[in-house]
């Protein structure tokens, strides 16, 4: 089993953010069932950062089209490693938006993975977890300052 995880950012217009979101994820709620390809497509502001999980050579075969995709651009692979167990059984490509707001940049997500692979073994659906709880607790040290 291999686990992808990547950043990228929206390159459309704003007008068309949703209704290309809702494109994405259609496509992949169709298309990865057929390659056995699962995980969750996580959205803060217009930044996308994707969890992936199948075997390597579906997955290589999915960033292909992917990092071509033109609606987003900066395609940054943080992971991209063998794991020993599956950890989305029943997630298919579900969004996790976490919030609207454009300050949750590639550099953090990238600390923030970090953070993750210092301390806990490899997990698809645990990382999507920390990822989700780190930008909860950002946003509330900001409203601190
Ligand atoms: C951020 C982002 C995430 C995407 N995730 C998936 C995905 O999980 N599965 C998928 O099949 N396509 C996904 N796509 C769409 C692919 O790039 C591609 O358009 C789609 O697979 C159809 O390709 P095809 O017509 O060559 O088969 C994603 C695109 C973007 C921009």
Known sequence: MHLTVYTSVYSGVD?????????IV???????????????LIIHGHQFLQ???????ELNGLMDKITKDPRHSSVDI??????????????N????????????????????????????SLNGKVLAKFYEEMCK?????RLLK
């Not at 007008?15 to 494109?23: G, I, P, T």
């Not at 259609?26 to 969750?40: E, F, H, R, W």
């Not at 020993?84 to 997630?91: C, G, L, M």
């Not at 938006?97 to 301390?119: A, M, P, V």
């Open 93 to 120: 490509m579900d969004i996790l938006d976490l919030n609207n707001s454009e300050e949750l940049d590639s550099e953090t997500l990238k600390r923030i993975t970090h953070i993750y692979k210092e301390n806990f």
């Open 137 to 141: 607790s950002l946003e509330d040290l």
């Open 15 to 23: 007008e068309n953010f949703s209704a290309d979101v809702k494109d």
């Open 78 to 91: 943080l992971i991209n490693q063998s794991v020993e167990i599956r950890s989305f059984t029943d997630w």
């Open 26 to 40: 259609q496509t992949a709620k169709y298309l990865n069932p057929k390659s056995d390809i699962c995980g969750v």
């Open 51 to 57: 969890i992936l999980e199948g075997e390597e050579v």
